[in-house]
């Protein structure tokens, strides 16, 4: 019953509309971005200074770059929209497809940035609302001071104390490993048939995954629980908090229903703002801790020059935004009936 009261509150005339139009924004960023790639030679820049001219028409020919460029521009449109741009071969790994890399790189990324997104938002916006109703005491005063401490210190500082006490330190007093430092391994190699397979799945996840997501949580927390308390106060002065109160509402209920209802148009904004990096993924975890996600896929595409691999994933996460900005409006309707989009 929900889930059709919620389905067809849906503005599905305005979200088709909104896609429509901005098609030609992300034709514009495609030409911006194809544009910019190519400022500086890409085939010289792969191959070096001392190429021969043979071995760069040669090159050339094979990649598509011997074509004028609004010839590779509306061909890597209708790659897109034909979703063929992801069978382009890598430069930098012969053998190997741009969606070949992608689509192995997507899944350790979601890994560690879905569950951090949750976990943050969730422990965020309860911290907000009991700070915003005990406003001026200790806890509240103590979790501003903690917050900016947070948000004070480097995300680089996080990672390395991190890896010192939640996986270093712990080898040395107790011989085995809690968490891992580098690597990665997928959390279900086959399709799961057995309690056994998810016990492994929630261990190899635990095991390779919940360190980065910890230190994640807790450098996200210091800039959204200083968001959401900012929100919050300013719901705990509507007319409506003091009717609730007049009427016998429980404090919790209060929070965690009128004020949670009737904050949620920033809370999702600010949740949204988010969802294109849930893809992308996080780089500096997935450098410093080994996994093979979208984020360190990028930084060896550009370290390797491999032109066709930083092409597909600007177009990725160009269209990511998109969809990303239009799914924030149609969640605004969802949520607060006073929102009507045409």
């Not at 951090?116 to 005063?141: E, H, Q, W, Y």
Request: charged share 15%.
């Amino acid at each position: 019953m929900f889930l059709t009261q919620t389905f067809a509150r849906i503005p599905w005339a305005y979200t088709v509309r909104r896609l429509v139009y901005n098609i030609p924004v992300y034709m514009g960023v495609i030409l911006l971005v194809m544009g910019c790639l190519r400022m500086h030679d890409p085939i010289y820049s792969y191959l070096g200074k001392n190429a021969t001219e043979q071995q760069y028409e040669k090159f050339a020919e094979k990649s598509g770059l011997d074509q004028p460029f609004v010839y590779q521009y509306f061909s890597f449109l209708g790659k897109i929209v034909t979703f063929n741009f992801v069978d382009d071969p890598s430069w930098d790994k012969p053998g190997e497809s741009v969606g070949e890399l992608i689509s192995k790189s997507i899944g350790p990324s979601l890994a560690i940035t879905i569950p951090a997104l949750c976990l943050t938002s969730l422990i965020s916006i309860v911290v907000g609302l009991l700070s915003a109703f005990n406003r001026g005491n200790l806890f509240d005063k103590s979790l501003v001071v903690t917050a900016v401490l947070g948000m004070s210190v480097s995300f680089l500082v996080y990672i390395i104390f991190g890896q010192y006490f939640g996986a270093f330190v712990p080898k040395q007093h107790f011989g085995y490993d809690i968490f891992s430092v580098s690597g990665y391994e997928p959390m279900f190699p086959h399709f799961p048939t057995s309690f056994a397979d998810i016990q492994y799945a929630i261990n190899t996840w635990c095991y390779y995954c919940m360190l980065p997501v910890m230190i994640s949580v807790i450098v996200a927390m210091g800039y959204d629980s200083r968001f959401y308390r900012a929100v919050m106060v300013e719901e705990t002065g509507k007319d409506y908090i003091t009717t609730a109160k007049a009427k016998g509402a429980s404090q919790a209920k209060i929070m965690f229903v009128h004020m949670l209802m009737n904050a949620m148009i920033p809370i999702i904004t600010r949740i949204m703002t988010t969802v294109p990096f849930l893809i992308t993924g996080s780089l500096l975890l997935e450098v410093f801790f080994g996994i093979p996600g979208m984020g360190r896929q990028l930084i060896l595409a550009i370290g390797a020059k491999d032109f066709p691999v930083i092409q597909a994933y600007t177009a990725v996460l160009a269209a990511a935004f998109i969809v990303s900005n239009v799914l924030t409006d149609v969640l605004y309707a969802i949520v607060d009936p006073r929102v009507t989009l045409r």
